[in-house]
């Protein structure tokens, strides 16, 4: 499986700011994956990021909101823009694996964001 | 609405006994589940996974079982070891698709 690097691991941020959470990859993947779990909530997905082309959003997640960069086939950057409270989560990227009869995502190790 | 739903947040278990996660589900078209586990400032790690296609699935102490009917799905883990101690998360996809729905998570603890 690949691996995936995160970072910042955790950040405190001010209301009305913005963080840029970093993600690489060590091998070239198609599609990476952005996902939010906010406290005490299920993971959801925020978007899919290509190489090369727009990211796709999930209903309820907005690019002006959640800006995201693919510059190439191992990195991916999501922004949280003018934060509010509500944006308190842990932000997680991942890729998808597929091994024998098994496949799904493999995640990074998170970030979690705290808006004060 | 919640289509994936794990109604127990959280489970106590002895050192060496079985641990049983539940997971349900409402989609009827989800055919592909899988278990995640996490541990505190980790990601999510793959556990096992189960085709529709299939009711029950082994990896060495894990077992994951499949009630189609039912639609639900539960995870074992014989013995349960403290090093199992993390929060569990079901999932359910359609296959081949990359969007999968999680459930909120169980968190399991082992007692020595």
């Known amino acids: 499986s690949a691996v995936i690097s995160q970072k910042p691991s955790r950040d405190i941020c001010q209301r009305g700011t913005s963080l840029t959470i970093q993600c690489q990859v060590d091998?070239?993947?198609?599609?990476m994956f952005w996902y939010r779990q906010q406290p005490g909530q299920s993971l959801t997905l925020i978007a899919t990021a290509n190489q090369g082309s727009e990211a796709t959003y999930e209903s309820g997640f907005v690019i002006d909101k959640f800006p995201i960069s693919r510059p190439n086939l191992t990195f991916s950057t999501l922004t949280v823009s003018n934060m509010s409270p509500e944006d308190s989560s842990i932000y997680l990227c991942?890729?998808?694996?597929?091994?024998?009869?098994?496949?799904?995502?493999?995640f990074g190790s998170g970030t979690r964001l705290t808006v004060v | 609405d919640q289509q994936v739903k794990q109604n127990s947040p959280s489970l106590s278990v002895q050192e060496g006994r079985i641990s049983i996660l539940n997971c349900d589900y409402t989609n009827s078209m989800f055919d592909y589940f899988l278990w995640y586990k996490k541990y505190p400032a980790e990601g999510p790690t793959f556990l096992i996974s189960?085709?529709?296609?299939?009711d029950k699935n082994e990896d060495g102490r894990f077992t994951v079982f499949l009630n189609k009917s039912a639609k639900h799905l539960s995870l074992h883990i014989v013995p349960s070891q403290p090093g199992d101690s993390a929060v569990y998360f079901c999932a359910a996809a359609l296959s081949g698709t990359y969007k999968y729905i999680f459930g909120t998570g169980t968190r399991l603890k082992v007692l020595a």
């Open positions: 189960i085709s529709s296609i299939k």
């Open positions: 991942s890729v998808e694996f597929s091994r024998q009869a098994s496949y799904g995502y493999t």
């Open positions: 091998s070239q993947v198609t599609m």
